[in-house]
């Protein structure tokens, strides 16, 4: 018997496999996390990717950090102390710096949810503001890409002398990779950026680990370009989301070594597919709703036959997470309506969702295991399970005798390759 143990939520599910089945662990690498964070952050930030042509700063300069919301587990507690310091030491004054939540189409995050992304220290010292991508007035607008994407950006991050974006770099499994002008591009920006922008999932070519011509990734790269974004700050994380490495410098010299890093640790060698996959989404903040945990999905999609199974494991403490998303959903009554629906309507955020989720319901039959209540699990045409071990049961009845079997206890953090 092999025991498998998938984060769930704050905590894990485990599941046994008998013996007698094929069952592959599909996971990143084991890279072991800095045994001190602070200090190869320091040395990060003292030696950067790119160089640094406006040190020292003019004591005048005025500063906006952006770093993400809640749905991302950016470890902000050891990033932003050391950046800070780095400012401060160079002329920046501390009146002179605030910090902007890059919240996306995702609902604002309230003042008394700043820890969730925040440490306690910076929410009393620093002025913080959650981005809001529906208030019109706080947005200015920039032109558009040569995609004709309009491209309309936070107004408060924009009359900064100095614009700064923290986060992570991992796979994105339609923008190739999350972190470097990202956070910005279109955690700041306007609903109809963003929705303009993410059209272009429809491209075969926005896939997971697709950085160079991908063009919703690319589309991405040209909107932080006429933002002007100085400096990024992005952590490279194991599957633990643990610190491995940490870059500094231009964001377009940081994603380009970043991608590369995080490649080391996620690509995992893939002899074949599967009739079976059985994916985590990572646990907390991952798997925080359904928007974001359905990422898990499109991974595992990757190694699975056509026709086979997929269970799911994430906890969506917050439910779909995507009013759009419910919105569009609620008078469909069979998966076929998906397309004509959203054809119909044209595209948009939420929705965009629900059509990922009709191609993936294409390939496989989808099993959740999650805090979803069972009526809007089915509502998705997922089949719900109270367990893993139900979970697998369920998937069994659809499946030929000694199905193989893919365990991915860290699913999105997985770059399947084919050797």
Request: glycine share 6%.
């Amino acid at each position: 018997m092999t025991v498998y143990s998938l984060l769930y939520g704050d905590s894990y599910l485990n599941l046994d496999i008998p013996n007698n089945f094929r069952a592959d662990l599909i996971s990143p690498s084991t890279v072991n996390p800095t045994s001190s964070p602070i200090e190869l952050i320091e040395e990060s930030i003292h030696s950067p990717v790119s160089e640094i042509n406006i040190l020292p700063f003019d004591p005048n300069t005025t500063v906006v950090i952006a770093v993400n919301d809640k749905t991302r587990p950016v470890p902000n507690d050891y990033l932003l102390p050391p950046l800070l310091r780095f400012l401060q030491a160079n002329g920046i004054q501390k009146a002179n710096i605030e910090f902007l939540i890059a919240s996306g189409t995702h609902i604002p995050m309230q003042s008394n949810e700043f820890h969730l992304s925040l440490p306690d220290s910076i929410i009393s010292e620093f002025k913080v503001t959650a981005h809001d991508c529906d208030d019109k007035n706080s947005l200015i607008h920039l032109g558009k890409t040569s995609r004709n994407t309009p491209i309309r950006i936070s107004k408060l991050f924009m009359d900064a002398d100095l614009k700064i974006v923290v986060g992570d770099i991992e796979p994105h499994h339609f923008a190739g990779f999350s972190g470097g002008v990202k956070t910005a591009a279109i955690g700041l920006a306007g609903r109809d950026t963003i929705r303009m922008n993410h059209s272009f999932l429809l491209d075969d070519r926005a896939s997971i680990a697709r950085f160079e011509d991908n063009p919703l990734r690319q589309d991405i790269e040209e909107i932080g370009e006429k933002i002007g974004i100085d400096l990024a700050l992005n952590s490279i994380l194991n599957a633990e989301q643990q610190i491995v490495h940490v870059l500094f410098g231009s964001p377009k010299e940081v994603m380009r070594r970043g991608i590369e890093l995080s490649k080391s640790i996620c690509q995992t060698p893939i002899d074949g597919f599967y009739d079976l996959v059985i994916a985590s989404a990572g646990g907390y903040p991952k798997d925080i709703n359904f928007y974001q945990a359905q990422k898990a999905i499109t991974h595992a999609c990757t190694i699975v036959k056509k026709g086979g199974v997929v269970i799911l494991a994430a906890e969506c403490r917050e439910g779909i997470g995507s009013p759009g998303m419910e919105r569009f959903m609620q008078d469909i009554n069979s998966l076929q309506e998906v397309p004509k629906k959203f054809q119909k309507e044209g595209f948009s955020l939420g929705p965009h969702k629900a059509l990922l989720l009709y191609h993936q319901h294409e390939k496989v039959k989808i099993i959740i295991v999650s805090g979803l209540d069972q009526t809007i699990s089915k509502k998705l045409f997922m089949l719900p399970a109270t367990d893993l071990h139900e979970g697998v049961q369920k998937a069994f009845c659809f499946l030929s005798e000694n199905p193989s079997i893919a365990v991915m206890p860290h699913a999105v953090n997985t770059i399947p390759r084919f050797d």
